[in-house]
Structures are given as structure tokens and as C-alpha cells.
């Protein structure tokens, strides 16, 4: 039984809030420097993020006259906590802790409620451009959530194949064993697995919810100072989370031994600059193009992934 | 390979009063005020002209609209030049059924001189603010601000 | 209020403003934040709303219909925040004096409702966008 003050320890500071937090405003610097240097250019100094959001921790709060105040408020904290219990449960998982709580199903549940404080706390701006961002969000997480969630089946399955106890195939850890990429299905799975986060954060090209030109700001709006900032943090720290998600599952997770932190890291970079390559590289997609690329392009791939999958499985065929 | 208007716009030599070249590829042609419309419609529809713009002007005893063609295989332009004598309330035919690439300045013009475009399908207010006075027109010669 | 003016000077995310211009100066404004000049070095990044934007950059005379948009803009916009204004028009109305659709210089509408707005002025017709760098950073470094 591990004490309150031990858990809001892990849960606020290592390796929680914090901890992820100073992880994922360096990812955010990478990912905009690493954009800069392929456009040939100098990019902002490391400490960029960190002055962004602590620049709109002092501007003025505005709540716009007709919006719901309450939800308003409260979507921001909402999307937060809920990435930072994702990334909590997803660290305790890769760097083998004990008495930790959370399996695949509760990372998942959990990773899709910042995106649904965005369409909360846009719903509740009270501007036709936040409800157009919030339509086109609900959309896309309609598109992506289907493809993520088969790329997980594949995973189980594979974990199932090589040998997990039965009850134990949700458990992270032996997903992590598994090694699930070095399998056809498993490299299907995990490159759509791969396109299903970018769309979660909010990447070009799938930031159709945000897009500043179209929408002039479309799902955050209205939102300013403090608040603002916090969606900068949920913006870090998913930027750790779910890649780490996919470490997890796909990856083969940190794995043990002397150089499991550098090779977890090395592996955490690796998405990052898989991430940065398909942002520079595309130009963003409307909804409906979006959605159909994840129903009609994902998902049978998916399909024939899992039919692969559970083949292996049956014929004991193992790269399949 | 030139082009001769003389020619072309014989078929309304009648509704015409001159037509003039003023120099090589620039073509003027002088209408009265009623005769607008049938004048631009065989330019357009017959002769294949292409519309360029309208230009209102405010001599100091009439207005005057001249209505811009152009000629591309020869890039000539050719100009109709009308004359509305009424200062009081003016008006004038507008080639906009025929033509809708001339609906929105012909609503510049209205807006800016008050010669009123009869037949124009959107008479409404281009580019003057939404609280200026009404009845007030800022290019004409005796606006004071 | 030392680290809120620290911070503000080295992450700046500007809007753009029309209010009434040739497009000249904005088409000077929109080629500035392409990445040939790189403004991200210095924090400043385009958004598209008002409300998220600590700079103001104004282009235009301020025209009878858009100067009270532009004026709910201002009032819009977080404060702190800065003003711009980029081009000779927003400067002081430019060849535009006494026009009929010219509803006083850009600086006067925001100080009615603002007066202790901070303005900052970036004349030439259009200004290149070296010389709205160098002016963002100078109004910067002396803020």
C-alpha cells in the first residue's frame, strides 16, 4: 500500500507532471527547430516553450460574456489531468515499477479525454468558429479512434501468440515483450498506430480543428492567458504520452538491462523525428479527405493486419 | 492584323454617333444616353469584345460613363462613351444582365456619383460605410467633406 | 510585473489588422512571417485570433467602416498588448489626408479607448521587412 504522499509524488512530479512536462516542452522545441533547420532556417532558442506559456500566464484572462464559464474553466484542468494519469500509468509501465494501476484499456480510455476537453471547451466559447473546430475535432476523433484501437487488437494478438499468460494480455508489460513490429501485421498496425497520434496531437496535417487561417484560431478561440497555457502543457505532454504509448505496444517498451533508459529515449526520438518528417511534408487535409483517408485507407489495412495476425497465431507462423 | 471598328461596328451605325481612333488600337465610340445598352450588347455578344471596367466621370455640365472593351487577338481597346446630361437625378441603362462581370462597378459608380443604373439586378451599397449618409456622393465635383 | 514583460518581449504572437489599406503593407506583412526572415528566432509567431495575440500589427488608414472593427479588435485582444502600426497610412493617414472615407490615423482611434496604449510606428510605403524586424525588436528592446 503505497502512501497519499507517495502518490501525488508519482502522479505531480516524478514521474508525473513535472517530469513529463520538462520531456515534452524539449520535445516541443524539437519538433520546432528540427521544422526550422529543414526550411533552412535558425528556429527559436531552446527555451521557447517555457517562455510561451509562462508569457500567457500574464496576460489577462478573458471569458467571453455569453460562454458556459464553468466548463470553460474547467475543460483545460480536465484535459491535463487526464494526460498527465496517461503518461503517470505509461511510465510506471516502461520503467518497471510494482504496484502501479493500468492496462492498454485504461491508457486508452484515458487518452481520449483531452480530446474531448477540446471539443468541451470549445462547445462551451459561445463563437461560430469554436463550434465549426468543434465539429470538425468530433469528426476526426470518429476517424482516428477506430483505426487506433484495431492497431491495439493486432498487438494483442500478437502478445497472445508469443506465449503471455492468458489473463496478463492487456498488461503492458507483456505487450512490451512481445515485440510486436517485427511482424508484418505488427509494422501495419504500428504505422497506422503511428498516423492515429499525429492526428491526436493536433499535427499537420491533421490540425483541421486549429487551423489559424481558416478558422482564425477554430477550436481555441476564445481562449487566452492562463488557459491558453494549460492547453500548451496537455499539447506537451500528450507529445510524451502517446508516443510512449506506442513504444509500449509496438516498440518493444524500454526493455531491461544497462541501456534500457538510453534505448527507451532513443526510441521516444526516433517517433519525434518520424512525427517531425510526415508534418514538414505534408500540407494539411480537409475533414472530409481526413476521413476519409482513416475509414477507407486505415482500417482495411487494419483488417487485413488482424486477418494476418490471428493466421500467424494459428499456423504458429511467427513474422506474420 | 489591325482592327478596323469602322467596319465591325457598322451593323449600328445608326445608333451611334461617332467612331474614332485617337490614336493606333485605341478606339473611342460617342453614344447618346438610351442607346447604351444595345451598344455594349453587340460589342459583347457580336463584335466578342471583352468587358475591362467602367469609369465614371463628372464633367462640370453632364456625367459621363464610359464603358472599357477590349480587343485581345489585336489588343485593342475600344471605349463607349456616353453622356447623361440630367445632373439633378441621373440614370442610365445598366449592361449588367448581359454582362454580370460589370455589377459591382456599376454599384461603385452609384455609389460614388448617384447615377442610378436601371435594370441593375443588386442595387445595394459596395463600397461606401454602412452609417454614410445617404444622398451624399464623394467623387462628384461639388462634395464638401 | 518584471517577469510578465520579460516574457512578453521574448514570445511574441502578433495578429494581423486591416483597416482600410492598400494590401501593399499587408502583402509585406504576410511575405515578413514566411521563412525567409525567420521571425520564430525571436518568438513571434501568427495566430489567428485576436485574444491569443500580444501584438497588433495595423495596416491601413483607418477607413469609416474599419476603424471601430479595428476597435474591437483592441478591446479584444489580452492585455498586455502592443500596436503596430505598419506603413505610412497607419502612421498618420499618408496620402489619404482629409479623403472622404478616412476616419482620423489609426493611433487616435486606439488611444480613445486605450489611452495608455503602447504604439509603436513603422513608416514607408510599404515598409520591407527588414524594416518591420528591426522595428519589432527595437520597440522590443525598449519597452
Not at chain 1, 502517446?242 to 517498451?253: S, T, W
Not at chain 1, 519525434?272 to 477507407?296: C, E, G, H, S, Y
Request: net charge neutral.
Amino acid at each position: 500500500m503505497t502512501g497519499i504522499a507517495e502518490n501525488v509524488f508519482r502522479l505531480l512530479v516524478f514521474p508525473g507532471l513535472v517530469f513529463t512536462l520538462v520531456i515534452g516542452m524539449f520535445g516541443c522545441w524539437v519538433l520546432r527547430k528540427v521544422s526550422a533547420l529543414i526550411q533552412w532556417r535558425v528556429g527559436p532558442p531552446w527555451y521557447q516553450p517555457w517562455v510561451d506559456v509562462l508569457k500567457l500566464a500574464g496576460k489577462e484572462l478573458l471569458i467571453p460574456e455569453q460562454a458556459n464559464a464553468v466548463v470553460f474553466l474547467a475543460a483545460p484542468v480536465v484535459g491535463l489531468a487526464a494526460a498527465v494519469l496517461v503518461s503517470t500509468v505509461l511510465w510506471n509501465a516502461l520503467l518497471g515499477r510494482h504496484a502501479y494501476v493500468g492496462d492498454l484499456i485504461v491508457v486508452l480510455y484515458l487518452s481520449v479525454i483531452p480530446s474531448l476537453a477540446l471539443i468541451m471547451g470549445s462547445s462551451a466559447s459561445a463563437s461560430p468558429h469554436a463550434a465549426i473546430g468543434a465539429s470538425r475535432e468530433m469528426k476526426l476523433i470518429l476517424s482516428y479512434e477506430l483505426p487506433m484501437a484495431a492497431a491495439m487488437v493486432v498487438a494483442l494478438i500478437k502478445a497472445a501468440a508469443s506465449g503471455s499468460p492468458s489473463g496478463q494480455v492487456l498488461d503492458l508489460s507483456s505487450l512490451s515483450a512481445a515485440k510486436v513490429i517485427w511482424s508484418i501485421s505488427g509494422f501495419m498496425a504500428f504505422l497506422v498506430s503511428l498516423l492515429c497520434i499525429h492526428a491526436k496531437l493536433g499535427l499537420v496535417p491533421f490540425d483541421i480543428a486549429e487551423s489559424e487561417t481558416e478558422l482564425a484560431g477554430g477550436i481555441l478561440i476564445e481562449y487566452s492567458g492562463i488557459l491558453m497555457g494549460i492547453w500548451r502543457l496537455v499539447q506537451a505532454v500528450l507529445l510524451v504520452a502517446l508516443p510512449l504509448l506506442l513504444i509500449a505496444v509496438f516498440l518493444g517498451g524500454f526493455g531491461t538491462g544497462r541501456w534500457a533508459i538510453l534505448a527507451g529515449f532513443g526510441k521516444l526520438v526516433l517517433l519525434w523525428v518520424l512525427l517531425i518528417l510526415i508534418k514538414n511534408t505534408n500540407p494539411r487535409v480537409r475533414i472530409d479527405q481526413a476521413m476519409r483517408f482513416f475509414w477507407f485507407v486505415c482500417t482495411p489495412a487494419l483488417v487485413i493486419a488482424v486477418i494476418l495476425a490471428i493466421l500467424g497465431r494459428f499456423y504458429g507462423i511467427g513474422w506474420l | 492584323m489591325e482592327l478596323d471598328l469602322q467596319i465591325v461596328a457598322s451593323p449600328i451605325n445608326g445608333m451611334i454617333t461617332s467612331v474614332r481612333a485617337i490614336r493606333p488600337r485605341r478606339w473611342f465610340i460617342d453614344c447618346p444616353a438610351e442607346n447604351v445598352a444595345a451598344v455594349c450588347r453587340f460589342l459583347f455578344d457580336q463584335a466578342k469584345l471583352r468587358f475591362v471596367i467602367s469609369t465614371g466621370i463628372d464633367a462640370e455640365d453632364c456625367f459621363e460613363v464610359l464603358h472599357h472593351f477590349c480587343h485581345d487577338p489585336t489588343g485593342s481597346f475600344v471605349t463607349v462613351k456616353v453622356s447623361i446630361p440630367d445632373r439633378t437625378s441621373p440614370q442610365l441603362d445598366s449592361i449588367t444582365p448581359f454582362i454580370p462581370a460589370a455589377e459591382w462597378i456599376e454599384r461603385e459608380i452609384q455609389d460614388l456619383f448617384g447615377i442610378r443604373f436601371k435594370g441593375h439586378p443588386n442595387p445595394k451599397r459596395l463600397i461606401l460605410a454602412d452609417d454614410w449618409p445617404e444622398g451624399l456622393y464623394p467623387l462628384r465635383k461639388d462634395y464638401r467633406p | 510585473m518584471g517577469w510578465r514583460l520579460w516574457s512578453l518581449k521574448r514570445s511574441v504572437w502578433v495578429y494581423h489588422v486591416n483597416a482600410g489599406a492598400c494590401n501593399n503593407c499587408d502583402i509585406e506583412v504576410v511575405d515578413l512571417l514566411t521563412p525567409r526572415f525567420d521571425v520564430e528566432r525571436f518568438g513571434i509567431r501568427l495566430v489567428g485570433s485576436p485574444r491569443q495575440a500580444d501584438a497588433l500589427l495595423v495596416t491601413g488608414v483607418g477607413t469609416r467602416q474599419a476603424i471601430k472593427r479595428l476597435q474591437d479588435a483592441y478591446i479584444q485582444t489580452a492585455k498586455p498588448c502592443l500596436v503596430f502600426c505598419i506603413g505610412a497610412c497607419a502612421c498618420g493617414c499618408g496620402i489619404f489626408e482629409g479623403a472622404y472615407h478616412v476616419s482620423g490615423p489609426v493611433d487616435q482611434a486606439i488611444k480613445s479607448i486605450d489611452p495608455d496604449a503602447i504604439i509603436a510606428y513603422v513608416p514607408g510605403c510599404p515598409p520591407k521587412p527588414e524594416a518591420i524586424v528591426s522595428g519589432v525588436v527595437k520597440a522590443l528592446s525598449v519597452v
